[in-house]
């Protein structure tokens, strides 16, 4: 298979292109860090750099490619809003740009390079099933790619194109070592790589693990806004 995946310099993507890589898969890995970039070349991962969030640097980098059966929109950064009172639009802005106006631009320059029978990933997370502290930005950005993925979902498919939507829990990563809080069942990469690689390769639509923690968030998501938000608080004191 021809596979690509933004996002690859770093956690569950820099996995992703290894595995693929080690089961023989031709794989172009995006990212900015040149010094991870080098890495995935050493390992024979084909690089491309570029900012997901700059529309040129997104169609030039990606204009020269064939076509690909595989395409992971894995790239996306995660900021909490700390202080709800002095909203900081700003940071909203940065990371809706990664996260959701980024996988715009690449589904622009890669659309066109996805034959029938090729499937399309998207990156959402498990944080939009229901509204978590400080995830504001974070949560709206994945909510936004969840619709993304489940409309492209309907419109892909006669086309004969799968569309997968990944929404993980906690994965060890540099993004989650950042975190200050604790982190139920955080899995490590390799492990969410094992897991994303198999539910793809069954053409799963919608991809959530651990599945102790997703299902258990999915059920606190269906609970009223106002039982939710009397279980958050009292965590949030403990
Ligand atoms: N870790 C988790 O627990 C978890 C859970 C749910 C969902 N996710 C999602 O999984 C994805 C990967 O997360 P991760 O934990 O592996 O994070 P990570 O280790 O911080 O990796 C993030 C990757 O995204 C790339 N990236 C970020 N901003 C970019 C930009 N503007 N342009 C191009 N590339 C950019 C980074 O590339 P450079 O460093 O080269 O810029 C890096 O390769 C994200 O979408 C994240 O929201 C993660």
Redesign the pocket.
């Known amino acids: 298979m021809r596979v690509l995946i ?9 996995q992703l292109a290894l595995d693929y890589r080690a089961e023989g898969h031709e794989v172009f890995g ?4 040149p010094a ?1 970039l080098q890495e995935l070349a050493d390992a024979g991962i084909h690089p491309l750099a ?4 700059e529309r040129r640097q997104v169609l030039e980098s990606l204009a020269e490619l064939a076509s690909l059966d595989l395409v992971i929109l ?5 900021e909490y809003i700390d202080h709800p009172r002095q909203f900081d639009g700003a940071l909203l802005q940065r990371v809706m740009q ?2 959701v106006i ?1 996988v715009g631009y690449c589904l622009e320059a890669l659309l066109p390079r996805l034959a029938p029978g090729s499937r399309l990933a998207l ?1 959402g ?3 939009s099933e229901l509204p978590l502290p400080r995830a504001e930005a974070y949560g709206a950005s ?1 909510a936004a790619v969840a619709y993304l993925a489940r409309t492209l979902a309907l419109d892909l498919r006669p086309h004969g194109i799968g569309v997968s939507l990944i929404r ?4 060890r ?4 070592d950042k975190n200050d809080f604790a982190m139920p069942m955080r899995v490590e990469a390799t492990e969410a790589s094992r897991v994303i690689r198999r539910e793809l390769a069954r053409g799963v639509a919608e991809i959530h693990f651990p599945k102790r923690f997703t299902r258990l968030l999915k059920l606190l998501g269906k609970l009223p806004d106002r039982a939710w938000q009397r279980i958050a608080l009292k965590g949030l004191k403990r």
Request: net charge positive; charged share 10%; aromatic share 6%.
């Open positions: 933004t996002g690859a310099t770093s956690g569950i993507g820099r995006c990212g900015r860090n991870a570029f900012d997901a969030g894995n790239a996306g950064s995660c990664t996260n980024g990156m997370s498990i944080a994945k993980p829990g906690f994965v990563t540099p993004l989650t």
